[in-house]
């Protein structure tokens, strides 16, 4: 397998929107590394789906309004953000730089951004928390045990780690066809560095005529009375990750999780559910107009963010795309990623009549068959 193309040092003269790091990524990245970052799972409908969605929403512009107090803020799990623009947790990012996650925490703590470190992360939560800015958030994946479930947790806690993403919809990890076809295998060096200190999973054996899936896989998968226990076990707000029906999202509300992150894992989980921003407005109707509600999958540029906002989400994360910055120019092409996302943001406000966050909502999108 060949390896990456080094890093720039210095921001690529070539890159004029946030989006432009998607193609420049592929001149960085091995073509098998990068088959297994952009790839999804199955036919990559869902994938295609995502930004198909966006695509498809039209933003409907109100003439001569005065934004010229305007800003990004907003208040969030009652903690205050300088932007909507958080990064979203993805796993093993030592594959797209040497020191991946470490080199993303800083880029965030530069530009005053949100930040979720993946429980897959090829860097250490204690390592990257050194390096990250007080807005760094975990994302648990339940493990085998409880008890090493509850030590991730502990160690998220004693790194001061101030928002904990439970990740729901990914009991069975798929391979990417893609990843597959290109001769993908991880690399020797790159692993979970938060799970190396753990015993390793012991094998499910299974009798004749037993499924691999349902009697394998799936018997350790979380259950409701497992989220449940979690939630007892800390006073760090909770954050379920993976939210497509809006029947799972009521019951998490009651259950006391504190918000949802709207998410099909980029297209890498069930290959054939809907785009997270299609369902994004049948789940704020569930849960109400004040509870917390994120989305995450096919963030692209600033106006896939207004889209986002507009149909009811309070903040976005971003995953592929800082990771396509990350192999571009390490921290730097993250940050710089991070601050066109926000200007072209503010430009479509402006253009549309937004000053604030608040300003921005269903009104702001066309739909063919309304009238003014």
Not at 78 to 96: C, D, E, N
Not at 98 to 127: H, K, N, P, Q, Y
């Amino acid at each position: 397998m060949q390896e990456n193309r080094p890093a720039l040092t210095a921001l690529p003269a070539d890159i004029r929107c946030a989006q432009d790091y998607v193609w420049a990524a592929e001149h960085f990245l091995s073509p098998e590394r990068h088959a297994y970052i952009a790839g999804g799972c199955g036919r990559e409908v869902t994938l295609a789906a995502n930004h198909a969605a966006f695509d498809a929403v039209r933003l409907w512009p109100r003439l001569l309004r005065d934004v010229r107090h305007g800003h990004l803020a907003r208040t969030l799990l009652g903690r205050p953000l300088q932007h909507p623009i958080l990064l979203a947790p993805v796993a093993y990012q030592t594959l797209a730089h040497a020191r991946g996650e470490i080199e993303v925490a800083r880029a965030a703590a530069a530009t005053d951004s949100g930040f979720v470190l993946s429980t897959l992360a090829g860097c250490s939560l204690e390592a990257v928390a050194e390096q990250a800015g007080e807005e760094r958030w975990f994302q648990l994946y339940f493990q085998e045990t409880r008890e090493i479930t509850l030590d991730l947790l502990r160690r998220a806690e004693a790194a001061a780690y101030k928002v904990l993403v439970v990740t729901l919809d990914s009991a069975i990890k798929l391979p990417s066809p893609r990843a597959e076809r290109a001769g993908f295998r991880m690399p020797d060096g790159v692993q979970a560095a938060n799970l190396a200190d753990y015993p390793p999973v012991a094998p499910i054996t299974l009798e004749r005529g037993q499924s691999r899936i349902f009697q394998g896989v799936m018997q350790r998968a979380p259950g409701w009375d497992d989220l449940a226990w979690l939630l007892q076990q800390t006073d760090l707000p909770v954050v379920v990750k993976g939210v497509l029906h809006p029947a799972d999202a009521t019951r998490l509300q009651s259950l006391g999780v504190a918000g949802l992150i709207v998410s099909n894992h980029g297209g890498r989980g069930l290959d054939g559910v809907p785009a997270s921003l299609d369902v994004l407005p049948c789940i704020r109707q569930a849960v109400g107009a004040n509870y917390p509600l994120l989305l995450d999958s096919g963030i692209q540029a600033g106006s896939d963010v207004f889209k986002a906002l507009a149909l009811g989400a309070d903040a976005v994360l971003v995953g592929r795309l800082q990771t396509y910055a990350l192999a571009v120019a390490g921290a730097l092409g993250v940050a710089h990623m991070l601050r066109l996302l926000r200007e072209e943001l503010e430009a479509c406000m402006a253009q549309a009549g937004c000053a604030t966050l608040a300003d921005i909502s269903s009104a702001m999108i066309f739909k063919a068959t309304q009238e003014d």
